[in-house]
């Protein structure tokens, strides 16, 4: 499991618990990211922990979809804080 908590830190603003969050999800790799549906991700991770997370986990997955599934990043996407509902595309 290090190896692909390792792989999911190359995502910006993806440390180890969002790593591990990613994996508890079913994800092996970011390319597994690609074109994922971020709001089913964040209320799959609600389900799993049974419990309300975060909304700024939704903001951090929008963030790692768009790195996975853009072969050109703008550096402002990068930033999880620029992925909040009022800037949802």
């Known amino acids: ?3 692909l908590n390792k792989e999911f830190r190359r995502i910006p603003g993806i440390g180890k618990k969002l790593a591990d ?4 999800l079913g994800f092996k790799k970011v390319t ?9 991700m964040y209320h799959k991770l609600c389900k799993i ?8 986990v939704l903001y951090v997955f ?4 768009y790195f996975a599934s853009e072969p050109n990043h703008k550096a ?5 804080w620029n992925w909040k509902d009022k800037n949802k595309k």
Do not use: F
């Open 1 to 3: 499991m290090h190896d």
């Open 62 to 65: 929008r963030c790692a979809v």
């Open 21 to 24: 969050e990613l994996i508890a």
């Open 76 to 80: 402002h996407l990068l930033k999880w």
């Open 49 to 56: 922990r049974g419990a309300h997370i975060d909304r700024c």
């Open 32 to 40: 597994d990211l690609r074109n994922e549906d971020p709001e089913r």
